[in-house]
């Protein structure tokens, strides 16, 4: 009886650490062994279609709006150094994006990422996250054009009545037909072909970028024809003191989401190791230029507090007589929703091909098709379902929800890079179908290893029997092998490892109490300090010994080598890490019940379905260094 107890809580043991094993599983990094079966992604895009691509994304209608808001309310004259602050602080997060887009250059973007770094059920979440984000922003985006559109014409009553926003009194819902018809314009652009769909959202984005220059020219003579009267203020450069000006950072950081759709074409960039690093620089440095170029000009033309919070551009310019720039400034903003929607519709169809690849989620969505090369099936399928929430809903409620998935990919991207440099994966997934070639290695490998071992012993043996070992130093010298050995049990690089992967987890949970305390107002000062002062102790301690280690060995050969590093490990992407961290917690109850939700429904669709069908339920993990040695021998036998 008690035996049969403990043979059955011992299955059971085994069957959790089975399960638990399951939801951390890692896939192989991308490889020259990597090949995929049926049609794929067209490499049409160059760092110049990136570019657009990204600054299409991330340029939306919302800078023509924040520079009045933040700036009456938060900055005053200073908004150009929030908007400086806050492309540092994006930069953080890109430098992160730039060397894993080019290590993994697959489609997934973030999801990609960590499911090769930290595990499946966490890049599950980070996918289910993004399909929120993009889904929701989409619609978001759509709803704001049709207003755009009826003020540059001069008011609804001049859109044709198909277009023209009604409400079905029977449910209390305003319905818009121009945001749905868009988004299935933009998604027939898309099924066109990547190269197609690129160009037209380039014209766009040139377009837009065009009546920012105008802004800038054209308001930085009038300002200069006015002496720049909003600098000449008796509050000075910095009304709001200090932390107004990095108040306003915080709330301008998100003007500079978008430049990480550039990653998500990276299976259709022609040369994803030179290109997606350079477009994703290119992207951020093009936005924070335009930005912090119009704040100096709309700051300086009117004084902070006379800024119409909800059309400062042209109020500025109607200001000082040019009312016929509201044209200009009108279709700039269309233009910037229409180029940051297609960017908000391209990535989700290849994050959902990357999900069904995997087998998280079902074939239908990876169909490629044979003529444009684009997953039509899941762009219809993304479009579709935008195009009919742009229809019924208004969204805009739900607009927080997108910044927690854009943040959340921050953050998992910025400990990737950590796990990544200190302790990248020692085993790789393979086919069970190459189990006789695994075997097959790992014997001969073993034998091998058993020759090595007997014949270093055979070399200590001699070195012992030697006289000149009683001389200092000369062992070492004469006889590497044992000065090799001497080392390597000095560094015990698993050791290390197992050291680095506790600090960095410990890292993390100390960026969660500070970030938590933090954003925690209702607490006592009292608690608030205590706990504040141990998450820092925590987070510093486990930094400093990070800083103490060195990275591991492996990192040279992960993935495609050759491409761009992030620099300065563990600090940037630790302080991206810290950053993200905050702005996540800083965002509203209501927003994370809402996420909280639809993370729920993502763990049920995991649990009933991607985790059974999951590519890796069956795979055999062997040791990096067997992965060549298996894949020649699988093709000498093909051959």
Known sequence: MIVSMQDKGEALLSKCSKGFKSLVRRKQVDSV???????????????????????????GAGVYVLVGTVAREHTGP????????????????????????????????????????????????????????YTIGGAAIARGISPNIALFLGGEGNLPAFLVRHTISQLGVVVDPCAAILVLIVTFLLCAGIKESSLVQTIVTTVNVCAMLFIIVAGGYLACKTGWVGYELHGGFFPFGLNGMLAGSAIVFFSYIGFDAVTGAAEETKRPLRDLPLGIGMTLTLC????????????????????????????????????????????????????SLMGSLLPQPRLLMAMARDGLLPAFFSDINTRTHVPVKSTVTTGML?????????????SGMVSVGTLLAFT???????????????????????????????????????????????????VEQSPSQSDHGEASIQYPLIEKQFSEDKQNPQRRRNIAVWNIALFCIGVLILTSVASAEYLPSLVRFSLGTVGAAILLCSLVVLACLNQDEARHCF??????????????????????????????????????IWLIMGALVYISYGWRHSSLTN???VPMAYLDHIYRASSSHQV
């Open 78 to 133: 200073a908004l150009t150094v929030s908007f400086l602050i806050a492309g540092l602080a994006a930069a953080l997060s890109a430098f992160c994006y730039a060397e894993l887009a080019s290590r993994c250059p697959s489609a997934g973007s973030a999801y990609h990422y960590t499911y090769i770094c930290i595990g499946e059920s966490v890049a599950w979440l980070i996918g289910w996250s993004l399909i929120l984000e």
């Open 412 to 462: 998992v991207v910025a400990i990737s890079i950590l796990i990544l440099r200190y302790a990248p994966p020692e085993e790789v997934p393979l086919p069970s179908s190459l189990q006789q070639f695994i075997d097959s290695v790992r014997k001969q490998l073993d034998d091998d290893s058993q020759s090595m071992e007997r014949k270093e012993f055979n070399d200590v043996d001699i």
């Open 386 to 398: 935008a195009g009919v929430l742009a229809f019924f809903m208004d969204v805009s409620e739900l």
């Open 288 to 339: 924070c230029i335009l930005y912090m170029l119009v704040s100096v000009v709309i700051v300086g033309l009117v004084p902070y507090y006379a800024l119409n919070p909800d059309t400062p551009i042209s109020s500025a310019f109607s200001a000082n007589g040019m009312q016929w720039a509201a044209y200009i400034v009108t279709a700039g903003a269309v233009t910037a929703l229409c180029a």
């Open 559 to 596: 993935g495609h080598t050759g491409g761009f590093l992030c620099p300065f490990v563990p600090f940037l992407p630790a302080a991206c890490i810290l950053i993200n961290a905050y702005l996540l917690m800083s965002l509203g109850v209501g927003t994370w019940i809402r996420v909280s």
């Open 619 to 621: 795979a055999v993990y």
């Open 33 to 59: 062994h990597v090949r995929r079966e049926g049609h794929q992604l067209a490499r049409k895009l160059t760092a110049l279609d990136l570019t657009a691509i990204g600054v299409g994304t991330t340029i």
